[in-house]
């Protein structure tokens, strides 16, 4: 027995924000959840005090948007039970008010909205908008009055935040070229009485202090997420400037890679102790930090992972959990360390196809190895390369992996140098060394597999998606590991990728390769598109039409260089999908094309999905 493609596509994803809301009759739970059978769309959900969840968001409507072309926080709950929220299609602000329909309260325009943030004791949200390549912090009356813009400062901006007194605005801002885990600044401004911000003064952060998230613990000062020891720890920062004090002085991340607007990784609770989510990309916890005593007392339970949402009140914690057995869900957590679950279910397969993962370091290089089924020695395996790259894959159910190991297919995960929840050494690591550290870190644990005895030298393949779809091509043409390697919407020439990609990455990689001019040797040496000709095995790629962070050319010019050297590739598109797979019929068909080239790269027999054509030239 095995798991089917069309188990992994309906618990595919997960909560990506969440909301705690305090009622006269208790504490309502509010969350967006992926639906894959419905287009793909993010539907907002909220869960009653009694245990009944509704449905706010009708069908049809998407509250997701494209700022940065990741997105951010996409909708903030009412008072009644409305909604305020960004639409996929239009990318508008819209207001729905209970047993209404959707409003817009923003003009059609080029604007797209994200990080939305309600300032308590205004009728109106705040946001995030960006216009082209310009972004700003505005007010949006709720009742769709003239939008006014608050700040005027940086190129990228979140974090927007009202201060108890209403009299100072707080936000997170930065530059090109940093990214924002390499430097951010924390700015305070007075809110003049046209709700316009004066000039502002940086209270934390630098070009090379990354601050993730703040938030006002008074009127003179704010708890903020930032990393000037190396790890992104909570320190207590004055709002007038001045030294911060860091309230966790350890090594350990109370924060991550900002990859989209409105992450939360801290929040207050009613006796002003702090809500915070911590730990290592091994390890995630939810615990709660006495500011005054530095005493942090875990409540997260028995739980792997805590995913950078987290909201408080009356006394208990919104927050999504996931453990290797069961998939995110949003739980309501008392701050004893009680706790229920309460989205819905999702149909899971017998626990005896679910792989026990085990953490292990092989050469310095972190990794987490998923066991197949049924296996009595080297077996074949496949590396998964995460995106980003600033990013990290943490020990959760992931029925992708479960799809291969219940077919006899090792996965290794790798958290290669620059992955995220290890400090700023370890994620440093990369800079300047983008396909090579990336590359040699995978190819470390795949020999280090096979040196344990637990992988077969001849079965051993690349894959990954975005960032980590750049490294699967790039192992392919820098290493002889790989027997073949699968690419999702995959980067092939960075030189090219950085010419024609979007504002927000148009500049990562000075940090990951080097700036240009001066460092175009490097791009020339390290593209696999301009050494394609030395694959070691083939490569299948995978790729939305829609994709605006990596354009299909990428692909398509790449898999041409394949076919003029005559190493083997097949390239699939699908219409519809922008960077990631959402639709249930796109995961379907790319895990049993995966599977077909495992299949044949592997000789192992596949009968039950679609045979895959390689061209070229074997």
Excluded at 1 to 9: F, G, K, L, Q, T
Excluded at 116 to 132: F, I, M, N
Aim: charged share 20%; aromatic share 8%; proline share 8%.
């Amino acid at each position: 027995m095995s798991i089917r493609p069309i188990d992994v596509a309906r618990t595919d994803g997960g909560p990506q924000w969440v909301e705690a809301v305090a009622t006269p009759s208790g504490t309502e739970v509010w969350w967006d959840e992926p639906r894959p059978h419905e287009g793909g769309r993010r539907c907002v959900v909220r869960r009653l005090p009694g245990g009944s969840r509704v449905d706010v968001l009708p069908p049809g409507w998407n509250a997701r948007n494209r700022v940065v072309e990741y997105g951010g926080r996409s909708w903030r709950p009412l008072p009644g039970g409305g909604l305020v929220f960004t639409n996929w299609a239009d990318q508008r602000l819209y207001r729905l008010d209970a047993g209404g329909d959707p409003v817009a309260i923003t003009p059609v325009g080029t604007y797209r909205y994200a990080d939305l943030y309600l300032p308590p004791g205004r009728e109106e949200v705040w946001a995030v908008r960006e216009t082209d390549d310009v972004r700003d912090l505005v007010a949006v009356p709720l009742d769709g009055g003239r939008v006014r813009v608050i700040v005027k400062a940086h190129h990228f901006l979140m974090n927007p935040r009202i201060s108890p007194d209403g009299r100072s605005v707080a936000w997170i801002g930065w530059d090109h070229p940093n990214m924002p885990w390499d430097g951010t600044e924390l700015c305070v401004a007075e809110l003049r009485p046209d709700g316009t911000a004066g000039p502002h003064r940086v209270v934390a952060g630098g070009p090379r202090e990354s601050v993730a998230q703040a938030e006002w613990r008074d009127d003179t000062a704010l708890y903020a997420v930032t990393d000037p020891t190396g790890w992104w720890n909570v320190h207590l920062v004055p709002a007038g400037g001045g030294p911060g004090r860091n309230l966790t002085p350890m090594e350990l991340e109370f924060g991550s890679a900002a990859w989209k607007p409105g992450m939360t990784y801290m929040a207050l609770a009613d006796d002003d102790d702090l809500v915070v989510v911590y730990g290592t990309a091994d390890r995630r916890r939810l615990g709660v930090l006495d500011p005054e005593t530095g005493d942090l007392r875990e409540i997260g339970g028995t739980a792997t992972h805590w995913s950078s949402t987290v909201s408080v009140a009356d006394g208990r914690v919104a927050a999504v959990r996931a453990t290797p057995y069961t998939p995110l869900e949003v739980a309501l957590v008392g701050l004893d360390g009680a706790y229920e679950i309460v989205s819905a279910p999702k149909p899971l397969p017998d626990r005896a196809l679910l792989p026990t993962p085990e953490a292990m370091t092989i050469e310095d290089v972190h990794a987490h190895l998923y066991p197949p089924s049924g296996a009595t020695g080297p077996s074949p395996y496949v590396i998964f390369v995460h995106g980003g790259p600033t990013g990290h894959m943490p020990i959760v159910l992931d029925l992708e992996i479960a799809y291969f190991t219940s077919r006899g297919i090792g996965v290794a995960v790798v958290n290669y140098g620059g992955s995220t929840g290890y400090g700023r050494a370890y994620r440093e690591r990369l800079r300047h060394q983008w396909g090579v550290v990336d590359v040699q870190d995978c190819a470390k644990v795949a020999r280090g597999l096979v040196e344990l005895g637990r992988a077969d030298a001849s079965r051993i393949a690349v894959r990954g998606g975005s960032a980590g779809g750049w490294t699967t091509v790039a192992a392919l043409v820098h290493s002889d590991v790989f027997a073949g390697g699968v690419a999702h919407y995959a980067i092939t020439d960075p030189e090219s990728w950085a010419a024609e990609t979007h504002d927000f990455e148009s500049r990562y990689l000075d940090g990951l390769v080097g700036p240009l001019p001066e460092t175009r040797q490097r791009y020339t040496e390290r593209s696999p598109l301009l050494n394609a000709a030395r694959a070691s095995g083939p490569c299948l790629m995978l790729h939305g039409l829609e994709d605006a962070i990596v354009d299909v050319g990428q692909a398509e010019r790449f898999t041409a260089e394949l076919d003029r050297h005559g190493r083997p590739w097949a390239l699939l598109t699908f219409p519809g999908e922008q960077h990631g797979w959402r639709r249930e019929e796109t995961i379907v068909a790319v895990l049993e094309a995966e599977l077909a080239f495992y299949g044949l790269i592997f000789d192992m027999e596949t009968p039950e999905v679609p045979p895959l054509t390689l061209k070229g030239r074997a």
